[in-house]
């Protein structure tokens, strides 16, 4: 088992506080989705070009990983086609250069609901074209359980066009199940293919929709996920993606990322 936490989940802190407790709590390695101030990756001081030998040594010696760069770049945005393709190259150079497999980028709105229209023909078209380049530099982009595509088997139908050793899929455990009833076993069946990295998260049904719990205190099914992994022979990260980031009222980081840790180890 390997566990990473979220950079979404720790907005106030510093680079030197994230390292220093995902090496204290025994956490394999760190996903970043910004620090601070600066949400996008290549955007962070400590990953800049004077400082990135300093920091990877630093990952290195705390025997930290970074499993994947976590994006905003909304490829399925057609009136945005060149900025964003050059925010996707920025990230996959970045990749490159730290050594990371995956950058996850959003095929639909930035909303973890299933709602609104997309072109998946477009859709289509730009991860064909995004995942060539991320191909060439050893990279591969992880098209997330996100929005629209929280339904997987219209994601495995995506994927199955798409034919493309640069794209793969982030199983964030919490959407399919959350919006659409998926069972585990329904969604690690269709997305097996192309599946690289997951997001953990758990949360309880309210009567406006739901709202986050930590994991194990919700009713998102964490364990039978688990378990369909372990026994799919799955051997990437399980990754905590608290979105404190997003809603300040969330339990503090240092309380979920310690609890994550040991919730994660019960189950294995």
Known sequence: MKISFSTLGCPRWTWNEIIATASDLGYDGIELRGVGKDISVPSVPAFSDENIE??????????????????????????NQEAVQAEV????????????????VMATAPVPQPLGAVDEGYVRERAIALGAIAHQEGIKLLIETHGVWSDSTRLARLLSTIHSDGVGVLWDVHHPYRFLGEKPETT??????WLCHTHFKDSV????????????????????????????GYTGFYSLEWVKRWDMTLEEPGIVFAHFASFMRTLF
């Open 89 to 104: 190259k920025a990230y996959i150079h970045l990749a490159k250069k730290m050594k990371v497999p995956y950058v996850r």
């Open 205 to 232: 049904a309210t009567a406006e929709g739901f709202r986050y719990a930590m994991p194990g205190f919700g009713d998102i099914p964490l364990e039978a996920t688990v378990r369909v992994l372990t026994e799919g």
């Open 54 to 79: 300093k920091t990877m040594a630093e990952m290195e010696r705390q025997h930290l990983s970074i499993p994947c760069l976590d994006s905003d770049c909304c490829i399925h945005m057609r009136e």
């Open 188 to 193: 690690y069946q269709n997305l097996k293919p």
